[in-house]
């Protein structure tokens, strides 16, 4: 019950944030949802940073509610997958299938960057070495089941 909790929370505050973020750019995002994307790389760096900083051989071990907290909840409440397919599917039935495609390459590229360079900065921070550690997401889903 209490992890259930955990991730009731962070998500609040994930979802609060991902709203506050995509207002701030919507004068931005007309013609291609910028903030989505802005979130999407936001939130893939910061698992990424969060997930390998904390690992529980690494120098900032966190208890795992933490991480779920965060990882789950927070992350999972901040990012967008759903969002980003919205209007990916919005671009390509109003006859935008280049901008479609392009919010496609421009997410998918630059969230997995993100994610990636959040791992490297918190495996170097936290000490621990690339091959050994691990960001444990899929041991945090498969708990949950």
């Known amino acids: 019950m209490l992890q259930t909790l955990v991730v009731a929370l962070g998500g609040a505050i994930g979802s609060v944030g991902r709203y ?3 207002i701030f750019f919507a004068s931005v995002s007309k ?3 910028v903030g989505t994307i802005i979130i999407n790389i936001i939130g893939s760096f910061a698992i990424g940073f969060f997930g390998s900083l904390t690992l529980s051989h690494g120098k900032f071990p966190a208890p795992e509610p933490v991480r779920i907290f965060f990882m789950v909840g927070v992350c999972g409440g901040f990012t967008t997958f759903s969002s980003f397919s919205l209007q990916t ?5 109003g006859g935008a299938p280049g901008r479609a495609f392009l919010n496609i390459f421009v997410s998918v590229l630059f969230c997995l960057a993100a994610v990636a360079a959040g791992y490297a900065l918190g495996t170097h921070l936290g000490g621990t070495s690339a091959q050994v550690a691990e960001v444990a997401q899929n041991a945090i889903e498969e708990e949950a089941s």
Not at 89 to 93: A, K, T, V
């Open 20 to 22: 506050w973020v995509a």
């Open 31 to 33: 013609n291609l949802p």
């Open 89 to 93: 599917l919005d671009l390509l039935r």
